[in-house]
């Protein structure tokens, strides 16, 4: 089994360097990681300036650019093979509900399963890495498991898992979740530069506006390890018939005056 390692924390973060020791015996491991945190960066790719590719002393390789930079230039030049698997992490911190939209390390994976390839995007509910050692293990057990029932390097898939920073033994049995959602971030937060402009910083996540029952916020906080399914198309299906309708009102009536 060949997988590709990337994250949004940089090649140096400790759950990269986790991840990869976890699975470095199981298969054949390549990690292609952003040189610097990019989080929040979310599918975005470099397009007007160049990339550059350095090798670290471990052996990883790092990109002056995006998390998605990484896995695209993975894909389509820098490895000779094709990986059976993607997989980003482990993330300093959850990625649930809304926060998946941004996510760098959602983002890598993302671009994983565009080429079609299986994807796994892994993060810790928690900053600071506490437990960080539970976390590679239960990354380790899934994905062994996966490749026992033959679930990797067939049909393309793409999953978000969060797992909560406690040891393993308290960690409970995995729970497929939907999304939860968010409510309106905090206020962006200003302050004078050296030389007098105004800086804005973007606030913070807001808090769970739906952490009901079946969401992920939901069972990480009963300390389950939590799997959502992913999918790309962000057509309103449900909606598509009254946008039609809509449409045709709109181009059979008078345009307006400006």
């Known amino acids: 089994m060949k997988i590709l390692i990337s994250n949004d924390d940089g090649y140096q973060a400790p759950g990269i360097v986790a991840l990869y020791e976890a699975l470095k ?5 390549e990690v292609v990681a952003p040189e610097h945190n990019n989080s929040a960066k979310s599918n975005a790719l470099t397009l007007y300036a160049p990339l550059y590719v350095h090798q670290a002393a471990n052996g990883f390789r790092y990109v002056n650019g995006t998390p998605a930079d990484c896995v695209h230039i993975a894909l389509t030049g820098l490895l000779d093979y094709r990986p059976d698997l993607v997989i980003s992490g482990i993330n300093n911190g959850a990625n649930m509900g809304d926060d998946t939209i941004y996510s760098g390390t959602v983002g890598a994976a993302m671009e994983g399963y565009l080429f079609g390839i ?12 506490g437990h ?30 969060n797992i909560p920073n406690l040891p393993l033994e308290e960690l409970k049995p995995m729970k497929v979740c939907r999304l939860g959602r968010r409510h309106t971030a905090e206020k962006v937060i200003t302050m004078d530069s050296p030389r007098g402009d105004t800086m804005y910083w973007i ?9 009901a029952e079946g969401t992920d916020f939901h069972a990480s906080l009963q300390g389950h390890v939590t799997m959502t399914p992913l999918k790309v ?13 809509t449409a045709s009102r709109l181009a059979a009536g008078p345009a307006a005056q400006a």
């Open 25 to 29: 015996d199981v298969a054949q491991v």
């Open 118 to 129: 299986p994807a796994i995007a892994f993060s810790q509910t928690e900053k600071g890495w």
């Open 132 to 161: 960080l050692d539970a976390a590679a293990q239960t990354a380790r057990d899934l994905v062994l498991r996966m490749t026992q029932q033959q679930l990797v390097g067939t049909q393309p898939w793409l999953l978000n898992v």
């Open 203 to 211: 606030g913070s996540a807001g808090v769970a506006k739906d952490d």
């Open 233 to 245: 198309d962000l057509t309103d299906h449900d909606h598509l018939g009254y946008w039609a309708q």
